[in-house]
């Protein structure tokens, strides 16, 4: 039986990191034509040369219908469907730049995991911001534990799709879903995006564990009360507690807590280590939205009045000095409370 993705011909992704490289390749295996921004002009040159992404995702051969382009007009004029998979730092001045080559009844996806510094909106919030309210019913998120590497070399991932109108997050179930790629549907955007925010300041916590050698039952102990404090404010801003018992919420937290591939989880390590964060930050240019995520996370706990140690630890450690071990025995000599408060 046909689906709705199958009268799609082209799809659009704008950003051609890890996550936007590597959706690019699994849509290739399904569309005729896949459209890819990428930011850097000269990236895009060694890209259509080497048909590879070196900088972002070596070793991945990028197919034949994966199209790079830096001119964001031809990647998306005539597009009816475009995921947005750019740094949450850029994510509006991306999208506002994108609004006059984009069709009134595309459906609009973010990808990106992360909160804006500013405004403290999500990724969906910008765009309804952003974009004319003709395009506001066909917004969705896509989320979950997705290591981009894993999902280029063809490993089985699953990730969930979420709109405020069901049908606009089956028609992104449809049009992502195939090969090792499974889509689950969603309504709550709020929940799912703020799931893959917090739990990248958790996983700069998790890394900071496990470079001190603190054990397994640590960690253990770090992701289910990371999960506990990304529900109070998930909850607070008004998502669904549901949502963070699935992928988007104790999967993703899972995944980058204990990955080797989990950026986040590294960053916490090498400041253990000694590092510093400049120093973290400038060796790489994939970016670690944990960082961002965590200034936004704190300043949301403040306004909503939630209670987030974690995330306010690892605050404490990123912008304020405080050196990692000391707190870790912050959190240790909390007050006692009741598990569910």
């Not at 080497?50 to 990647?75: I, Q």
């Not at 894993?150 to 990730?159: D, K, L, S, Y």
Request: net charge neutral; charged share 20%.
């Amino acid at each position: 039986m046909a689906t709705k993705a199958d009268s799609l011909e082209s799809v659009a992704i704008v950003g051609a990191g890890a996550w936007g490289t590597s959706l690019a390749c699994i849509l290739a295996d399904r569309y005729r034509q896949v459209m890819l921004w990428v930011y850097e002009a000269d990236l895009v040159d060694e890209m259509i040369r080497t048909r590879e992404n070196a900088t972002y995702l070596p070793g991945v051969p990028l197919p034949p219908s994966v199209l790079p382009t830096s001119v964001l007009e031809r990647a998306l004029v005539g597009q009816t469907f475009v995921i947005f998979v750019v740094p949450s730092h850029v994510f509006r001045r991306v999208v506002e730049e994108a609004r006059a080559y984009l069709c009134a009844d595309a459906v609009l996806v973010s990808a990106t995991k992360g909160i804006e510094t500013e405004s403290l909106c999500t990724m969906s919030q910008v765009m309804r911001q952003t974009l004319p309210p003709v395009q506001h019913a066909a917004l969705a998120v896509l989320s979950g534990p997705s290591f981009a590497r894993e999902v280029a070399a063809r490993r089985p991932t699953a990730v969930v799709a979420a709109a405020q109108v069901p049908q606009v997050a089956q028609r992104v179930q449809e049009a992502v879903s195939g090969g090792p790629l499974r889509v689950y549907a969603g309504t709550d955007p709020l929940g799912v995006e703020l799931g893959g925010a917090v739990k990248n300041v958790i996983a700069i916590a998790a890394g900071i564990v496990d470079a001190l050698e603190l054990g397994t039952n640590a960690r253990a102990a770090l992701v289910t009360r990371g999960l506990a404090e990304t529900t109070r404010l998930g909850v607070a801003m008004g998502a669904q507690a549901a949502t963070f018992a699935g992928l988007a919420g104790i999967g993703d937290l899972i995944l980058t807590c204990t990955g080797d591939l989990s950026r986040n989880r590294t960053l916490g390590k090498r400041l253990a280590g000694g590092s510093s964060l400049a120093d973290v930050l400038s060796s790489s240019r994939a970016v670690a939205e944990g960082v961002n995520a965590c200034r936004s996370v704190v300043r949301l706990a403040e306004r909503f009045g939630v209670e987030m140690p974690i995330c306010r630890a690892v605050h404490r450690v990123l912008f304020e000095g405080q050196e990692p071990r000391e707190a870790v025995v912050g959190l240790m000599t909390r007050e006692l409370r009741f598990e569910g408060d």
